[in-house]
């Protein structure tokens, strides 16, 4: 299991669970790491220099930010997270070849993205991230051209990998295409729980009363809670149980996360809940 580190650390974080099972040990089944970006470009850990500081021929980088979203790519065995800020990372780790000193490669959010939150991975390898920006952004390492590490692979080295949906809903005049819409977090129906197909990415959908996901045709689609009004997720994830029932038997769930939930409708005394997404095939499905 791989841990994010929230808003501070610099560090990322493992607990092996099967040793734990066995062992008992919790220390000994828990370990850590700097992301160490390879700028000196020889494939392994070196020495590096600290946040902050200028880069030096021959040493690798560390960097000071902190994984907010965590996950593990199915394709290689990497370990991908995302750094907020304005424009905002993604980072790939890893940890194949040596977990206790990993490489980690970093890829800033170019324009006109920026702001990233939570993000999530398909079983392709692409990272899906909510943007401040309004877009719900992807990153394909497949699409880089040049190389992955060495001084000049320290954010910038690689805008083509990166594409931008833009959100429904109306946006702001004078930025291009963009949308008021400010998703929280990103996630990844690998395995088609909801109904609308194997790696679907999707979005919490903060200004909408729900959820939005990306069609496999490239449309958005609103997936609305209608009562009460306000409903705020802040995370989401998929269930399938009963793989043999049907519509009836999968469906997304949430809950409603806002801060303020007296400012929903219904007012003060109304108590947080959870909701239960389901998709029929066609509107008279039974």
Not at 3 to 21: H, R
Not at 146 to 156: S, V
Not at 264 to 274: N, S, W
């Amino acid at each position: 299991m791989w841990f994010s580190t929230g808003g501070g650390g610099g560090n990322v974080g493992w607990l092996n669970t099967k040793m734990l099972d066995e062992t008992g040990d919790i220390e000994k089944s828990q370990g850590w790491t700097p992301i160490v970006i390879d700028t000196s470009g020889n494939g392994v850990r070196d020495a590096w220099t600290e946040p902050g500081k200028p880069q030096e021929p021959g040493k690798d980088m560390r960097i000071a930010g902190s994984f907010y979203a965590v996950m593990p790519s199915p394709v290689d065995g990497s370990v991908w997270g995302v750094i907020r800020g304005n424009p905002g990372s993604i980072v790939r780790l890893d940890p194949t070849k040596d977990k206790y000193k990993p490489l980690a490669e970093i890829y800033n959010v170019p324009l006109p993205g920026f702001g990233p939150r939570g993000g999530d991975i398909d079983k392709q390898g692409r990272v899906w991230v909510s943007l401040a920006s309004g877009h719900m952004g992807v990153f394909d390492r497949r699409l880089c051209k040049g190389r992955l590490n060495g001084p000049k692979a320290t954010g910038d080295h690689c805008r083509e990998g990166w594409a931008f949906h833009k959100y429904p809903g109306p946006g702001f005049r004078g930025i291009g295409e963009n949308s008021a819409e400010s998703s929280y977090y990103s996630w990844v129906d690998q395995h088609n729980t909801f109904g609308l197909g194997e790696d679907v990415p999707m979005s919490t959908a903060n200004l909408m009363d729900g959820l939005v996901a990306l069609n496999k045709d490239g449309k958005m689609v609103s997936i609305r809670v209608p009562y009460p009004l306000g409903f705020y997720a802040k995370g989401f994830d998929g269930r399938i149980d009963d793989p043999n029932a049907g519509w009836k038997g999968r469906g997304l769930w949430a809950a409603n996360g806002d801060r303020t939930p007296w400012l929903i409708e219904g007012g003060k005394g109304t108590r947080p809940l959870a909701a239960h997404f389901q998709l029929r095939p066609d509107p008279l499905a039974k």
